[in-house]
């Protein structure tokens, strides 16, 4: 099992200076290496990659771009699980002043709250972050291993890897569905609505 993993939004809480009033992560997993080739060939051989050159990016695709990725993606093998969270409703003085912290109990929330659908799962995150973040963040999902749902943690940078770019552009189109003050705000999602499995607005 193969389950690739990405944010959007940010851990600051200074909304009214820029910081993101929403917080989202994904996983996309699937269940094989075939299913991950699978999925890597259907967006190589759609026309995405001919319309947009380089590294797909949710926030810099145009409408276009977006509308050909999800529409070449939608029935592939693989499900999106999601944790999003307001951040107005955090209120722990931790979480609100570590934003190491406050990455790494989201994102382990949302692999302990997996359904049971994770089973000896290689984890690949985007490893173009800063570096102790991802050496914290590692550590923490390695305490994981042995307990039959993570198998390895890998990272991989997101310039040079597909399937990392599909979780970024997964997670963007479920944390724009949030965003009342943007446009267009559950179009991507519903292109993506076959492919979710759940998602979580935390409480």
């Known amino acids: 099992m193969l389950v690739f993993i990405d944010e959007s939004g940010d851990p600051g809480f200074k909304i009214e200076k820029g910081a993101s009033p929403i917080f989202a992560a994904?996983?996309?997993?699937f269940e094989t290496k075939e299913a991950a080739s699978i999925t890597h060939r259907v967006i190589e051989e759609s026309d995405a990659p001919r319309i947009h050159r380089g590294?797909?990016?949710?926030?810099k695709c145009s409408d276009d771009v977006r509308d050909v990725f999800f529409k070449a993606i939608r029935k592939c093998p693989f499900k999106v699980r999601a944790i999003v969270v307001r951040k107005k409703l955090i209120h722990s003085p931790r979480l609100r002043?570590?934003?190491?912290?406050?990455?790494?109990?989201?994102?382990?929330s949302m692999l302990n709250y997996d359904a049971g659908i994770l089973k000896k799962a290689v984890i690949v995150i985007d490893g173009s972050g800063d570096r102790e973040f991802r050496q914290n963040?590692?550590?923490a999902l390695r305490r994981k291993l042995g307990s039959g749902i993570i198998k390895d943690v890998r990272f991989k940078n997101s310039k040079a890897d597909r399937l990392v770019q599909?979780?970024?552009m997964c997670v963007g189109a479920i944390a724009r569905s949030y965003r009342r003050d943007r446009d267009q705000t559950d179009r991507w999602r519903q292109l993506l609505a076959p492919r979710i499995n759940d998602v979580w607005d935390f409480r």
């Open 137 to 139: 963040l590692n550590t």
């Open 55 to 59: 590294e797909f990016k949710f926030n």
């Open 166 to 168: 599909l979780a970024d």
């Open 26 to 29: 994904v996983m996309v997993i």
């Open 97 to 108: 002043a570590d934003k190491d912290k406050f990455y790494e109990y989201f994102v382990k």
